[in-house]
Antibody
Framework: EVRLLESGGGLVQPGGSLRLSCAASGFTLNTYAMTWVRQPPGKGLEWVAAISGRGGSPDYADSVKGRFTISRDNSKSTLYLQMNNLRADDTAVYYC?????????????WGPGTLVIVSS | DIQMTQSPSSLSASVGDRVTITCQASQGIRNYLNWYQQQPGQPPKLLIYDASNVKRGVPSRFSGSGSGTDFTFIISSLQPEDFATYYCQQYDGLPLTFGGGTKVEI
């Protein structure tokens, strides 16, 4: 069974940094594209970043480009999201999800999410 | 960016009702459209992929159709466990984008 479990969320001050992790099991991480999606409290879903299973350049939403970095450690079956220069509007539940084998397609499954709060 | 306009944003329905949600893309996206269900406090779950393919294990009362710019999601007979928020998502272009969501309430 494919399982994803995020960790690393918490309270951080504006301008601070945080690294989220997503532990994957039940499949070989480097054979699938992976993505991060976030959801501000009470609001809708926003795609954040994705990384191809083929090792190409990652892709980012404009709102996080230059501040967030998605990466993966295949030996640890773990996906990461390094978040720098955090802002109040980055406050959200962050979900990791598995997507297509070669390209970004549907997101399935999703982890339970980890909450990031950016506040002073 | 491809904008996804989902409607309605909310609806009230009763058990047994037929529910229809639409999603319109700002440009043609072929059939690169997925539908998700999100229960309160839970992550989204994939229901429909590639516009009309029902994920294995998802009840047959859920269906999807459409291509190009206009898509439809239908629950043929609403069940108590279907009260949730539904999202469409396109993957024809970057950034990947979601519709604003439809909250289905009693």
């Amino acid at each position: 069974e494919v399982r994803l479990l995020e960790s690393g969320g918490g309270l951080v001050q504006p301008g601070g940094s945080l690294r989220l992790s997503c532990a994957a099991s039940g499949f070989t991480l480097n054979t699938y594209a992976m993505t991060w999606v976030r959801q501000p409290p009470g609001k809708g879903l926003e795609w954040v970043a994705a990384i191809s299973g083929r090792g190409g350049s990652p892709d980012y939403a404009d709102s996080v480009k230059g501040r967030f970095t998605i990466s993966r450690d295949n030996s640890k079956s773990t996906l990461y999201l390094q978040m720098n220069n955090l802002r109040a509007d980055d406050t959200a539940v962050y979900y990791c999800s598995k997507t297509g084998m070669y390209d970004y397609t549907y997101f399935d499954p999703w982890g339970p999410g980890t909450l990031v709060i950016v506040s002073s | 960016d491809i904008q996804m306009t989902q409607s309605p944003s909310s609806l009230s329905a009763s058990v047994g009702d037929r529910v229809t949600i639409t999603c319109q893309a700002s440009q043609g996206i072929r059939n690169y459209l997925n539908w998700y269900q999100q229960q309160p406090g839970q992550p989204p779950k994939l229901l429909i992929y590639d516009a009309s393919n029902v994920k294995r294990g998802v009840p047959s009362r859920f269906s999807g159709s459409g291509s190009g710019t206009d898509f439809t999601f239908i629950i043929s007979s609403l069940q108590p466990e279907d009260f949730a928020t539904y999202y469409c998502q396109q993957y024809d272009g970057l950034p990947l984008t979601f519709g604003g969501g439809t909250k289905v309430e009693i």
